[in-house]
């Protein structure tokens, strides 16, 4: 509070462009703050308003906050939106809702739970939209039993035929195990829309019953791609390689149009089965019809042709690509250190860089397997410790197995460096012992 006071009507006038408008002298009431919000440009532009809502005595009108609060989660200030929260004197269920949230899609739901304990300590009524936020939250955290605990006083508010928190529910069921809670729920249902049954269907797939998912699936009179999707999805995280393309056949022949999470899948299925073939069809559907070689789809592919080995391919879609994330760039790097061209792979790593795409411990992985690859003992060694020193990362095993195969290749060479010595005396116990038998 006292932060926000801190600032002086001239930073307000004259420092920021955003509030330096003719609105700023005229009467400030809601509605020249709601033309401030809506411009707003980022979290500091936000602080700014919010400390004129303030001084305006705004801070407690709920439309105001709630537009704080959105802002502030668009943002992922949460700390900001508590305090923005906690201005208000008697806040609205709504306003609550909001809150609760805010704080689940941030990361932070136990505290999404207890902000929910303390709305219900206070006396506060939840609607039927508190009840799916705060099952989300419970999700997210894996509390089933706090989950129950929703869940029956949801049934005491009248809330339990709502659909929004019957598939809600059923999802936390399914998440945290409980594969008789979820389908107690589905079975409870008296309408079930298509997310209900294809919640379901996920939910028994995660849980190994392929067939009873296969059940559910054919009972449903409508399906939508999602619904689909899950079935393939479900095959091919099982093993099922040849049912997942069966039905993909089938699908089509429904004039049901796949989207990127469909092909992904499929892609993922010609990596297991190895066939090179599969792929190119897939790739070949994906170009006629119209896919664009997004993030998703184009790293699918990287992994699928490097693992069929068609290295070359994997280059010409990595090369294609405009827009690349890390997951695109560990795949490339990973895809060539493991077949032996270490150096473009090294090469393609200083490109990451220069790209100001931060490296993890993944990425480290496919470099130190180029070292291998090119039995460079002192280029190993010196990106391992970069990677320590300039990124901070923590070393894994897969870092600790590559340095092995290059401490073995020094020592053929009679190239063992104390420093080398050094990092290996780091080893945990378990590849110590591995170390132990070279």
């Given at each position: 509070m006292v932060v926000c006071?801190?600032?002086?009507?001239?930073?307000?006038?004259?420092?920021?462009?955003?509030?330096?408008?003719?609105?700023?002298?005229?009467?400030?009431?809601?509605?020249?703050?709601?033309v401030l919000l809506r411009k707003c440009r980022n979290f500091g532009q936000l602080k700014l308003i919010h400390a004129k809502i303030i001084r305006h005595g705004l801070s407690n009108d709920q439309l105001l906050v709630r537009k704080l609060l959105h802002l502030c989660s668009f943002y992922g200030k949460t700390d900001h939106a508590l305090l923005v929260f906690s201005q208000i004197q008697c806040p609205h269920v709504f306003t609550w809702n909001l809150m609760i949230r805010a704080l689940t899609i941030n990361g932070s739901s136990q505290q999404a739970v207890l902000l929910y304990n303390l709305?219900?300590?206070?006396?506060?009524?939840?609607?039927?939209?508190?009840?799916?936020?705060?099952?989300?939250?419970?999700?997210?955290?894996?509390?089933?039993?706090?989950?129950?605990?929703?869940?029956?006083?949801?049934?005491?508010a009248g809330f339990s035929r709502d659909m929004f928190v019957q598939n809600t529910l059923m999802n936390l069921y399914f998440k945290c195990g409980d594969v008789g809670g979820g389908r107690m729920v589905f079975d409870k249902m008296r309408v079930r829309s298509v997310v209900s049954w294809t919640t379901m269907i996920s939910g028994l797939a995660a849980s190994g019953d392929l067939?009873?998912?296969?059940?559910v699936f054919e009972q449903m009179q409508t399906r939508n791609v999602v619904s689909w999707t899950a079935m393939i999805n479900a095959y091919v995280r099982n093993e099922r390689a040849q049912e997942a393309f069966e039905l993909f056949q089938r699908m089509l022949l429904d004039n049901v149009r796949p989207n990127e999470f469909t092909l992904v899948s499929l892609l993922q299925a010609c990596t297991e089965l190895r066939s090179l073939k599969l792929?190119?069809?897939?790739?070949?559907?994906?170009?006629?019809?119209?896919?664009?070689?997004?993030?998703?789809?184009?790293?699918?592919?990287?992994?699928?042709?490097?693992?069929?080995?068609?290295?070359?391919?994997?280059?010409?879609?990595?090369?294609?690509?405009?827009?690349?994330?890390?997951?695109?760039?560990?795949?490339?790097?990973?895809?060539?250190?493991?077949?032996?061209?270490?150096?473009?792979?090294?090469?393609?790593f200083a490109q990451m860089e220069n790209a100001n795409v931060q490296p993890d411990a993944i990425t480290f992985v496919g470099v130190?397997?180029?070292?291998?690859?090119?039995?460079?003992?002192?280029e190993g060694y010196s990106y391992f410790r970069y990677m320590r020193e300039h990124y901070g990362i923590s070393p894994i095993e897969e870092h600790y197995t590559c340095l092995i195969e290059l401490y073995n290749c020094a020592k053929m060479k009679d190239e063992v460096s104390e420093e080398l010595n050094t990092i290996l005396e780091d080893l945990n116990e378990r590849t110590a012992v591995e170390l132990l038998r070279f």
């Open positions: 006071l801190s600032y002086t009507p001239d930073l307000l006038t004259h420092k920021t462009p955003l509030l330096n408008s003719s609105i700023t002298r005229l009467k400030f009431g809601y509605q020249e703050a709601l709305m219900i300590c206070n006396g506060f009524r939840p609607d039927k939209f508190t009840f799916p936020f705060v099952i989300k939250a419970c999700i997210a955290s894996l509390a089933i039993e706090k989950g129950k605990e929703v869940h029956g006083l949801a049934v005491k067939d009873a998912a296969r059940r792929g190119n069809w897939i790739h070949d559907f994906a170009l006629k019809n119209g896919f664009v070689l997004g993030v998703y789809l184009g790293t699918a592919l990287i992994d699928m042709y490097s693992k069929c080995g068609s290295l070359e391919d994997a280059r010409k879609v990595f090369d294609k690509m405009e827009i690349k994330n890390l997951a695109t760039w560990n795949s490339m790097i990973t895809s060539l250190g493991v077949h032996g061209h270490g150096e473009e792979a090294l090469a393609l130190l397997c180029a070292c291998v690859h090119e039995n460079n003992v002192n």
